[in-house]
């Protein structure tokens, strides 16, 4: 019996003419395997190496990628900078603003500021007596006028003489009163090198500069403060508290008058109560330093300058020394 040379025992190869030959017999034959898909008919696909259908995403192992934009995860799983949430600062480092969190504690302030005096103690001291003597002498010397100015009341002085003497006592007062504001501005210039990592000689306090708009700011702050305490008391209080960081600005920023004031209510009211707790401390602490005749007061006023300047430069986003 002669075979069908079609039948499935003699397929011709590939690349020879059938069209002479009849269709196939049995199940109808799969699409041609160059034309199907990875992984379905055709040639085996390897294992572990199956693609998905044309159109559908690659799944990576461990999950699918995050889509055109997301955050990529890292190793160590937090997103790369500037594609996702930043991650938060950590306590106590600058950012963008400032301190992240209560810029400073009272607590802290004034632990800082007893460490910093206690470690370099000699020259606070000697400032502190200098002053003590210029405020001696000057009470003296404003003393010896006030006994003038009595003998001329009690003897009838002529008109000219009493206003003679009257412009002098408001001339040394007007003085006594720029003293004191440059004694201010010593001890917060010892103050501000003492926060900035610098231990101040004896020296060192009296090398500032901006003197002009130092007294011109304070003289602005004493004015306001005057008129706040006389029209109904707590304004001049809030003008003491917002004014707190004035002398700070002048000399450790060489701002003018205006922009210092300016820039210390900015700044107090980042943080007003803070600054408000910190400030009744300082006056508790120099109340409690008076107590033992006066001799605390060596190491609790300039304590209370070096509270103040720490909370200056946290506030301003610095890292005190």
């Known amino acids: 019996m002669t075979q069908d040379p079609a039948g499935p025992g003699n397929a011709q190869p590939n690349g020879e003419d059938r069209r002479d030959a009849?269709?196939?017999?049995?199940?109808?034959?799969?699409?041609?395997?160059a034309a199907a898909p990875y992984g379905q008919g055709g040639t085996p696909a390897q294992p572990g190496a199956a693609y998905?259908?044309?159109?559908?995403?690659?799944?990576?192992?461990?999950?699918?990628?995050?889509?055109?934009?997301?955050?990529?995860?890292?190793?160590?799983?937090?997103?790369?900078?500037?594609?996702?949430?930043?991650?938060?600062?950590q306590q106590g480092s600058p950012g963008p603003g400032g301190y992240a969190g209560p810029p400073f504690r009272v607590g802290e302030a004034v632990s800082y500021?007893?460490?910093?005096?206690?470690?370099?103690?000699?020259?606070?001291?000697?400032?502190?007596?200098?002053?003590?003597?210029?405020?001696?002498?000057?009470?003296?010397?404003?003393?010896g006028f006030s006994q003038l100015w009595d003998s001329y009341d009690d003897n009838g002085a002529s008109v000219a003489a009493v206003t003679g003497l009257t412009f002098t006592s408001v001339l040394l007062s007007v003085i006594g009163t720029i003293v004191g504001y440059l004694i201010t501005a010593f001890f917060t210039r010892g103050a501000l090198d003492e926060t900035a990592g610098r231990r101040p000689d004896v020296a060192a306090f009296f090398r500032i500069s901006n003197v002009v708009?130092?007294?011109?700011?304070?003289?602005?702050?004493?004015?306001?403060t005057t008129v706040g305490l006389v029209l109904c008391i707590l304004p001049g209080l809030a003008v003491i508290v917002f004014s707190a960081f004035v002398y700070n600005f002048t000399l450790d920023r060489q701002q003018d008058a205006i922009a210092a004031i300016r820039s210390s209510w900015s700044l107090v009211a980042k943080s007003f109560g803070t600054v408000l707790l910190l400030l009744l401390a300082?006056?508790?602490?120099?109340?409690l330093g008076a107590i033992p005749l006066g001799l605390g007061l060596f190491v609790t006023i300039p304590l209370s300058y070096v509270a103040v300047a720490f909370a200056y430069r946290r506030l301003l986003g610095e890292q005190p020394a």
């Open 22 to 33: 009849p269709p196939p017999q049995g199940p109808t034959a799969g699409p041609d395997p």
């Open 52 to 89: 998905p259908p044309a159109g559908s995403p690659y799944p990576p192992a461990g999950g699918p990628y995050p889509s055109a934009g997301g955050p990529y995860p890292s190793a160590a799983g937090g997103p790369y900078p500037g594609t996702g949430p930043a991650y938060p600062p």
């Open 113 to 143: 500021g007893w460490r910093a005096v206690t470690s370099n103690l000699g020259p606070w001291i000697v400032v502190a007596l200098i002053f003590l003597a210029v405020n001696v002498a000057w009470n003296l010397i404003t003393g």
């Open 213 to 224: 708009h130092v007294v011109l700011a304070a003289v602005l702050v004493t004015i306001l």
């Open 282 to 287: 300082l006056l508790g602490i120099n109340i």
